[in-house]
């Protein structure tokens, strides 16, 4: 199989250097990239076409927030949060991957993979701030979803993009966007990765 392609982003460049000589050094992994975050950020990543993509968030976490959001399009994220206190703004965005700065070198990559291959990727030290965000099993407070909305969602566990979903069911982009917004509405979430987590915890999608 071919290497796994990793973009970088930091806006610290001891950080990216560091990040990238780890990264160069484990097997099935190919860093194409170690960027700052640029004033076009999901073109420049674009350019180097990534399996998923990297984030160090900083303590500004709106700017992160926003560099999710954009990224997400281009391919999976995985945020490293600096702490605990950085999960809910990578929550919020929709990041596929969530990581403290003190994980191991291994388990980085392994969440990587895990993302690229459409995995939500949850550090077990963010146990608390997940279970502050997802509703009990088996709620019955959810309103149902119509069919096309629930195969949105399952192509949304999958980690596909709005870009994607479209193709796979042939319908617009626009009518993908109008469907996850409902899905978000319906299941009481903040992003698509939440979204996704609620429906597990709820069965309305397969574990």
Not at 81 to 110: C, K, M, Q, Y
Request: charged content about 20%.
């Amino acid at each position: 199989m071919p290497d796994l392609r990793v973009l970088i982003l930091s806006k610290d460049t001891l950080s990216r250097a560091a990040l990238a000589a780890l990264l160069g050094g484990a097997p099935g992994i190919e860093v194409v990239a170690q960027l700052p975050p640029g004033d076009n950020p999901a073109d420049q990543a674009a350019l180097f076409h990534p399996d998923v993509i990297l984030l160090e968030m900083g303590p500004e976490t709106s700017d992160s927030q926003e560099l999710i959001t954009t990224l997400q399009e281009v391919a999976p994220v995985v945020a490293l949060l600096s702490g605990p206190e950085n999960f809910a703004a990578s929550w919020e965005a929709g990041a596929r991957g969530h990581l403290l700065r003190d994980i191991s070198p291994h388990a980085v990559t392994s969440a990587l993979v895990a993302a690229a291959n459409g995995n939500l990727v949850l550090d077990p030290g963010l146990a608390d701030q997940i279970a502050s965000r997802v509703v009990p099993d088996g709620s019955s407070s959810l309103d149902p979803l119509s069919p096309r909305e629930r195969e949105v969602l399952l192509l949304m566990a999958e980690g596909l993009s709005n870009k994607a979903i479209a193709s796979q069911l042939s319908i617009s982009e626009h009518t993908v966007k109008f469907h996850v917004n409902a899905i978000l509405r319906k299941l009481g979430a903040q992003s698509r990765t939440e979204a996704v987590i609620v429906a597990a915890r709820s069965g309305l999608i397969p574990i």
